[in-house]
């Protein structure tokens, strides 16, 4: 079982930045692969970006490329995203996830955090 709280978010002004942080509960954090997803009102869950056990391999979504970085600390148990250059589009509320095995798919995640909001105003 893994417990997983998010912080960190917060209304910012357009080209500004963030940084979100997951803090994980339990010794086998570093068993797994975490990931970031987001929701906007009205529209679908998203994938943002994952990060492997080791924290060798990540992965993004197209439209974060080159703005958002994912890592990890497994000494921390934590697993942050910092979000640069936001747009008003990258609003949204922003959870972290863990899943035994890499994948940019929800279904593939197995816990979950209830998520902190990320707004950008304009």
């Known amino acids: 079982q893994v417990q997983l709280v998010e912080s960190g978010g917060g209304l910012v002004q357009a080209g500004g930045s963030l940084r979100l942080s997951c803090a994980a509960s339990g010794r086998t954090f570093s068993r797994y692969v975490m990931g970031w997803f987001r929701q906007a009102p009205g529209k679908e869950r998203e994938f943002v970006a994952t990060?492997?056990?080791?924290?060798?391999?990540?992965y993004y979504v197209d439209s974060v490329k080159g703005r958002f970085t994912i890592s990890r600390d497994n000494a921390k148990n934590t697993v942050y995203l910092q979000m640069s250059s936001l747009k008003p589009e990258d609003t949204a509320l922003y959870s972290c996830a863990a899943s035994i095995s890499f994948g940019i798919t929800d279904d593939r995640y197995n816990y979950w955090g209830q998520g902190t909001q990320v707004t950008v105003s304009s």
């Open positions: 990060i492997s056990q080791s924290g060798a391999s990540t």
